[in-house]
């Protein structure tokens, strides 16, 4: 069955911190998986996902095959990162996403 | 610049009463869909629909229906609300195709409270 993994309900680290958000899949298939966040009253928005391998808002995340897993990374945490981190992935048919429980990120100054 | 509205940021309904919650989007994307969002449980797929008048029951679907006559638009209705069912309602739509356009684009929410 499908499922997506976030242990780490809450996370917090000081302003220039490294960060890392942990997000672990099963997935028969080959998913694609994503990170959303939505900051404080704000609508849920895509951060980045993995086909693009691309780095956002200094967010960076590989995907581990191996390890099933699709850890967020910041180097150097600032206090506007804080918000509300899902990690999701898309698979099968119509585009369905599966979304973790999510973690929120509070960084301190 | 994709947008998804919906009907009401907030809502107050009583417990028995039938409540609709109403989400457009407007471009023109094929699928769309209603997840209801809790602390500590992340996003939960209720409803998608794939295409007008087609539907799909997700993961929570006990409680609602949908319903879908226009590709704009996809309505979540609580037949009989409960107070259980209080919750923040997302609303989101995406487009078939590519692997570029699997993104999900959501509205802004709807929190719901039952009394």
């Known amino acids: 069955a499908q499922r997506v993994t976030q242990p780490e309900k809450l996370l917090s680290v000081f302003k220039g911190a490294p960060v890392e958000l942990k997000c672990n899949y099963s997935y028969s298939g080959s998913p694609e998986l994503f990170w959303y966040v939505q900051y404080s009253r704000q609508r849920l928005q895509l951060l980045l996902r993995?086909?693009s391998r691309e780095s956002i808002k200094g967010f960076t995340a590989d995907l581990n095959k191996g390890e099933t897993s699709f850890h967020l990374k910041k180097p150097f945490a600032q206090e506007e990162d804080s918000a509300m981190y899902y990690c999701?992935?898309?698979?099968?048919?119509?585009?369905?996403?599966?979304f973790g429980s999510g973690t929120k990120l509070n960084v301190k100054p | 610049d994709v947008k998804v509205t919906q009907s009401s940021r907030y809502l107050v309904k009583r417990t028995g009463e039938k409540v609709f919650l109403e989400c457009v989007q407007d471009m023109d994307h094929e699928n769309m869909f209603w997840y209801r969002q809790d602390p500590g449980l992340g996003l939960r797929l209720i409803y998608f629909?794939?295409?007008?008048?087609?539907?799909e029951k997700g993961d929570i679907p006990e409680g609602y229906s949908v319903s879908r006559e226009k590709k704009e638009r996809f309505s979540l209705i609580l037949e009989s609300a409960s107070t259980n069912q209080t919750s923040m309602y997302l609303c989101?739509?995406?487009?078939?195709?590519?692997?570029?356009?699997?993104?999900?684009?959501f509205g802004p929410g709807t929190r719901l409270t039952v009394t």
């Open positions: 989101a739509s995406s487009s078939t195709g590519a692997p570029s356009s699997y993104e999900q684009y």
């Open positions: 629909s794939y295409d007008v008048k087609m539907k």
């Open positions: 993995h086909i």
């Open positions: 999701a992935l898309s698979g099968g048919n119509f585009n369905k996403f599966y």
